[in-house]
């Protein structure tokens, strides 16, 4: 069995047939999948799916949506009610222009001032901020107090290398199955593959052949595949790790 660790299935085309989505995941072996809000309007749609027992919620405002108003009490309350399994997608991307980076780092540091006091782990999005993103993490306040997973890792073993020290879980997708993503796949052919996680990022991000529209929960079998090949392994030995690695970071029970 397999665990996508990040989908946004209340995004279209996704949310327009779920049932659909949700047939073909388990037709290829997929038994659950995390999904992640985005934006503040996001968090009452992940909490309708989470109704579906193959759905396992989280939720938190994405860097790209830092300047809305964050809730911090309201927040709280959903990732209760909803037994939400992580804070997320959270995190910094100095690639964009606005929010400004002030912003975002306020917005960051109070979701994972959150995480800490829950213990929850975070689903960390992260592009052009890695220092501060590491720096940040590893301040004495959150140092061995915040777990999660760096999503959509594409970056070379050195930095994986970081986040692995701090104790995150790395979560590769649809760049690994791309022969020219050669940063991301030297990475998913050296990091322990007890700190693996797969995932689609689906309906975002594209794999080798598949635009990102087409993506599915159900392609995370197809990374599994490109994950057995690039470290010499079964597919068999890559699905049970993973699922194994999603079970102990989001408490997710067999």
């Known amino acids: 069995m397999l665990i996508d660790t990040h989908c946004h299935l209340f995004m279209d085309p996704l949310y327009s047939n779920v049932e659909g989505v949700l047939t073909r995941a388990l037709q290829n072996g997929v038994r659950g999948m995390v999904v992640p809000s985005v934006e503040v309007g996001s968090w009452e749609k992940v909490r309708e799916l989470a109704d579906n027992k193959m759905v396992f919620p989280a939720l938190g405002l994405h860097p790209w ?6 809730d911090i009490g309201m927040l709280e309350k959903l990732l209760i009610e909803t037994d939400s399994v992580a804070i997320g997608e959270i ?30 782990p975070v689903i960390l999005h992260c592009r052009g901020a890695f220092d501060e993103m590491l720096s940040i993490l590893s301040e ?25 020290e701090l104790g995150f879980y790395l979560a590769f997708g649809g760049g690994v ?3 020219r993503a ?13 700190r693996i996680l ?7 991000i594209g794999m080798d052949g598949i635009e990102p529209e087409r993506v599915e929960p159900a392609d995370v079998a197809k990374v599994a595949k490109s994950l057995a090949l690039l470290r010499g392994v079964s597919f ?10 999603a079970r102990k970071l989001f408490g997710i029970a067999q």
Not at 65 to 70: G, I, P, S, T
Not at 102 to 114: A, C, E, G, K, S
Not at 236 to 245: F, P
């Open 182 to 194: 050669k940063r991301a796949r030297k990475s998913a052919a050296n990091v322990p593959l007890n």
């Open 140 to 164: 004495k306040e959150y140092d061995g107090r915040i777990k999660g997973v760096i999503h959509a890792f594409t970056r070379g073993p050195q930095l994986a290398k970081r986040f692995l």
């Open 177 to 179: 199955t791309r022969p």
């Open 236 to 245: 068999e030995e890559v699905a049970v790790n993973t699922t194994s690695n």
């Open 65 to 70: 949506y830092a300047d809305e108003k964050l």
């Open 198 to 204: 797969l995932e689609t990022d689906a309906p975002s």
């Open 91 to 120: 995190g910094l991307d100095f690639k964009i222009e606005n929010p400004i980076k002030t912003v975002q780092i306020t917005v960051f540091r109070t979701q994972l001032d959150l995480a800490a006091e829950l213990d929850l």
